[in-house]
């Protein structure tokens, strides 16, 4: 289990130390076991998840707040110290100066086109003159001049900034010089609205290396400053065939400038711009679309309801989905489109309907796990490289993990599951065993349970103690829930329903008997509570009424190898979630099974070490082999 200090958290949460420390004591993240202050990466990432999607609004204002005032370097240039020490000095003249960043970043590109030898030396010119502009290349000084008559005018002590941000800028040789100043300028927070993040170079060259096509027309439908662009010329595109697209002007106009400068000999007007692709009226064909479209973006009402008019069969919010979803519109037969995406496309139910859609329209050719190739952003990456034709269900999907190491999937794996989960990290071996347990009599959850989340006070501080005292009772978090059983209490409240912030009706809590799993974890983990115990939100409930199948018996199953393995293979999530549960296969054992396991559970309770006993009795009554139990054993995710 990877840990993290309180500073790396809030790092990757963007928000203070403070702030991360007053959230442990809200309970809205808890250290690990025997630590104050060091927090699993994986329980960091998932809140920080939850922020982003809109589950916790109070923290995600907190966050943003934090994030507002922020800017970076793109990770990959720190190593320069050289380029990164002059980007600083650009950030510290900008933030202080507040000089807008479209004239900062106008007088910048100046000073990008002197060092080319674009232009003549302006020096501390005025910035007002377009004459300063004069180059030697009629589509740059067109160029230059519209980006001129769309920039606030230049008071005098602004154009005194410009010239000390002119004067700053040494190192222009970088293919995309202002693009990576221009992130660094750019404002987290904004970025975060926008979901968009720099995207080292090398992912690029990997999507252009498979697939470029230099005789056909290459877009980009986000992007940004143009570092696709960029790529796919150094790949044989001449700039005729070279289309990108963003709704940021300024990066679409330094986005223009980059392209002129990678064709020198060549004069030509870039085929960029600035417009809604989502939206926007687009009358050409292109045989590949490769992007980092923006994750989470926001979209105003108006525009999120045409889009759903657009793409009916997305119902969610998410930006990537929509892109592509419209790359698959503007793609030729016969043309790839490759996206670099969060690992949480691949099963999180939010973004199912954008998996069915994909499955129903289009191959998809291949599937990378990327790991965490973006510096400042924990989320693991994927890539995904469709067709533009119809499925077709006799051709294998390739999955590439990180290593290189490759295996083929038939689509009808996906497609079976009920949220058309993309389980890349099952082997075929280990899918043939989930197929033979759901193959046999089975009941599921379904229909079957009462479903309870924990207790979500509003203010830990106020409401839970750290002592036992007069008219308080137990009341555990996520970190208290074993296997099997619960730790000693170490929190206690007053319960009062209607102080709280959200509860879940207070029967539930009082079940004569129920199951205590933890919420945000890669491990199933089910205590047994027969005592009315309450709980806080990282601990959620689970009161079966299944017939003729004792709780304790469905506890053994819960916490079994078998369903850890089909857990984290079926579903390869951090986070146990009803929907996940009510999936799984609770096989009809026989009476003498049930009672066996009542037996175990019992003595598991109480805390014998009997789970390999408890493995042992599942594994005999399905009749499994000693090779599928080795492979089961192998299998499980562990934290």
């Known amino acids: 289990m990877q840990l993290l200090n309180t500073r790396q958290a809030a790092g ?52 943003n707040k934090k994030r507002s005032g922020s800017s970076c370097i793109p990770a990959e240039y720190l190593e320069n110290p050289s380029f990164s020490g002059e980007i600083a000095k650009i950030q510290k003249i900008v933030i202080e100066e507040k000089i807008d960043i479209s004239n900062a970043m106008y007088a910048l590109a100046l000073k990008q086109l002197v060092l080319r030898g674009e232009l003549a030396d302006a020096g501390a010119q005025s910035f007002t003159a377009v004459c300063c502009c004069e180059s ?27 010239s000390r941000l002119f004067d700053t800028l040494i190192d222009a040789s970088h293919d995309d010089t202002l693009g990576i100043i221009y992130q660094s300028l750019m404002q987290t927070g904004c970025k975060a609205h926008k979901g968009s993040f720099y995207t080292p170079p090398a992912l690029i060259d990997a999507i252009l290396k498979e697939y470029a096509r230099p005789d056909g027309a290459f877009l980009d439908p986000c992007c940004g400053t143009g570092q696709f662009l960029l790529r796919a010329a150094r790949h044989g595109y ?13 990066a679409v106009r330094i986005a223009r ?10 004069d030509f007007s870039p085929r960029i711009i600035h417009a809604d692709t989502l939206l926007h009226d687009i009358n050409e064909e292109f045989t590949l679309i490769a992007s980092n479209p923006p994750w989470g973006a926001s979209f105003t009402s108006n525009d999120l309801k045409r889009l759903h008019q657009r793409f009916p069969s997305l119902k969610s919010r998410e930006s990537f989905s929509f892109f592509l979803a419209r790359s698959l519109e503007l793609a030729a037969p016969g043309a790839v489109i490759s996206f670099i995406l969060p690992e949480s496309f691949l099963n999180i139910r939010a973004h199912s309907d954008i998996r069915r859609h994909l499955l129903a329209n289009a191959q998809i050719l291949a599937i990378h796990s990327l790991d965490r190739p973006f510096k400042s ?24 993990n990180c290593n290189g190491q490759e295996k083929k999937v038939a689509p009808a794996r996906f497609a079976a599951s009920r949220d058309s989960i993309f389980t890349i990290a099952t082997s075929d071996d280990e899918y043939r065993i989930i197929d033979k347990i759901y193959a046999m009599p089975h009941q599921t959850l379904l229909d079957q349970a009462d479903w309870a989340l924990g207790i979500v006070t509003g203010d830990n501080r106020r409401h839970v103690a ?18 099997y059983r619960l730790r000693p209490a170490s929190s206690y409240i007053r319960f009062d329903s209607a102080v709280f912030q959200q509860v879940a009706p207070p029967a539930k809590y009082r079940a004569p008997e129920k199951l205590i799993y933890r919420f945000i974890t890669n491990r199933l983990k089910f205590a047994y509570d027969d005592r009315q115990s309450l709980t806080l939100n990282s601990a959620n409930l689970l009161i079966p009424r299944l017939s003729d199948y ?7 199953l819960l916490n079994s190898s078998l369903l850890q393995f089909i857990f984290a293979r079926k579903f390869d999530t951090h986070k146990v979630l009803r929907g996940n549960l009510e999936q799984l296969p609770l096989p009809l054992f026989s009476e003498e099974v049930l009672r066996q396991l009542v037996a175990l559970a019992d003595r598991a309770i109480k805390g014998e070490s009997v789970a390999q006993a408890i493995d042992a009795v599942i594994f005999d009554a399905l009749q499994l082999t000693r090779s599928e139990i080795d492979l089961i054993l192998s299998g499980i995710a562990l934290e």
Not at 138 to 151: G, I
Not at 238 to 250: H, K
Not at 257 to 266: E, Q, R, S, V
Not at 377 to 400: G, H, M, W
């Open 377 to 400: 952003v924990f989320t693991p990456v994927i890539r995904v490289d469709l067709r533009q034709a119809e499925p077709d269900a006799n051709r294998s999907i390739c999955l590439k």
């Open 238 to 250: 001449d700039p005729g065939r070279l289309y990108g697209i963003d709704s940021d002007l300024l």
């Open 466 to 483: 750290n002592v036992a005292g007069p008219g308080l009772e137990p009341i555990y978090r996520g970190n208290d829930v074993m296997l």
């Open 136 to 162: 030697r290349r009629k589509p740059l000084a067109e160029e230059l001049a519209a980006w001129r008559h769309e920039l606030s005018s230049f008071t005098t002590a602004g154009q005194n900034v410009c």
């Open 550 to 556: 004792p709780v304790k018996a469905l506890l053994c």
């Open 257 to 266: 400038i980059n392209l002129l400068l990678a064709f020198p000999d060549i």
């Open 12 to 63: 990757l949460l963007e928000v203070s130390e403070a702030t991360v420390r007053n959230w442990v004591r809200h309970g809205y993240i808890a250290p690990v076991a025997g630590s104050a202050s060091r927090f699993s990466a994986t329980e960091v990432e998932m809140l920080k998840q939850r922020i982003t999607v809109g589950d916790l609004d109070r923290l995600r204002r907190r966050a």
